[in-house]
């Protein structure tokens, strides 16, 4: 059974940041196989892909988001993670990891982030 468990939420003021960390396991194949992306949902809005890093760790981001997010893998501990560095209050949502692309629908129970002063 696929089991994804981030960490890492939390509250902070605009121009604050945060690391978020998924653990993964139970996946068919090794982990280092599967492209991992992140997603978020915002109150009241529709699901939002957010990042994605391949096996060759070749990585994309959102508009919304790009030159302040980062995502990052450690394959040996099975784990994503994903900076998130000058925060605005639009950035407030609850953030999931998924096991593979922006469609997938494989996720985890995400996150809590919340930008506010």
């Known amino acids: 059974e696929v089991q994804l468990v981030e960490s890492g939420g939390g509250q902070v003021q605009p121009g604050g940041s945060l690391r978020l960390s998924c653990a993964a396991s139970?996946?068919?194949?090794?982990?280092?196989?599967?492209?991992m992306s992140w997603v978020r949902q915002a109150p009241g809005k529709p699901l939002e892909w957010v990042s994605t890093?391949?096996?060759?760790?070749?990585?994309s981001y959102a508009d919304s988001v790009k030159g302040r997010f980062t995502i990052s893998r450690e394959n040996a501990k099975n784990t994503l993670y994903l900076q998130l560095n000058s925060l605005k209050t639009e950035d407030t949502a609850i953030y999931y990891c998924a096991q593979g692309g922006a469609q997938s629908d494989i996720r985890g129970q995400g996150t809590q982030v919340t930008v506010s002063s």
């Open positions: 139970g996946f068919a194949f090794a982990f280092s196989m599967y492209p």
């Open positions: 890093i391949s096996r060759t760790f070749i990585t």
